[in-house]
């Protein structure tokens, strides 16, 4: 029974929460082990990564991951790429070839790329820079800058917003507007010359068909 009642006691004793010990018995016990400092909590910032200017080498690692890749992938004989910062070309290269035959490569100073849909970029951010500036109303009847005059279909002129959007309604040609032999003539004369066919009424159809337009 004594045995008994020493056991009780010590499990007794084990049950006594910390706050009801003796100040000895919370004393750590002594370790031959270092103590260790705790782990640093890696500080955050609320601004992010800190960002820095973008430079030519930037560029060009992307550029070296990227446009062979892209090149291969589209079936791209050559391709020109510059980037401009601040109204300075940052990086000016040419990848693959200008003449497959002869495997002669791009070269971005002197290799010419018909610009092609690109323009449709540069032409839209004019476009809008003087919207912006108030010299051109989207919605107006496109006639109000031109120096000739388009008809309207099923009464409705095209406006500069149809035509950005591509839902005029013209047939699609390119007669006239391109020459091998030749400097082009200008762009207004070209248009003036020969307006394409109106064959869907403005803001109603963005896909367009080849189609005979008459000469004007």
Do not use: C
Request: aromatic share 8%.
């Amino acid at each position: 029974m004594r045995a008994f009642a020493w056991l009780v006691a010590i499990a007794a004793a084990a049950a006594i929460p910390a706050s009801a010990q003796s100040p000895t018995q919370l004393q750590p016990t002594k370790s031959n082990a270092a103590i260790l400092p705790a782990p640093a909590v890696p500080s955050t910032s609320a601004s992010g990564p800190v960002a820095h200017d973008l430079t030519k080498a930037d560029v060009d690692a992307w550029l070296d991951g990227f446009l062979p890749y892209a090149l291969k992938a589209g079936g791209i004989p050559g391709a020109v790429v510059v980037v401009v910062k601040d109204g300075q070309p940052l990086t000016m290269r040419g990848f693959g070839y200008s003449d497959v035959k002869t495997a002669k490569p791009v070269d971005p100073e002197n290799t010419l790329f018909r610009p092609g849909s690109v323009s449709k970029l540069f032409t839209w951010t004019a476009v809008m820079q003087q919207v912006q500036a108030g010299k051109l109303d989207l919605d107006k009847d496109i006639n109000t800058y031109l120096d000739f005059k388009i008809p309207p279909k099923d009464g409705k002129p095209i406006t500069l917003r149809n035509i950005m959007t591509h839902t005029p309604g013209f047939a699609e040609t390119a007669k006239y507007l391109i020459n091998y032999d030749k400097a082009p003539p200008p762009l207004s004369k070209v248009l003036s010359r020969a307006v394409p066919d109106r064959i869907y009424a403005p803001g109603t159809m963005p896909a367009r068909r080849k189609f005979p337009f008459k000469k004007r």
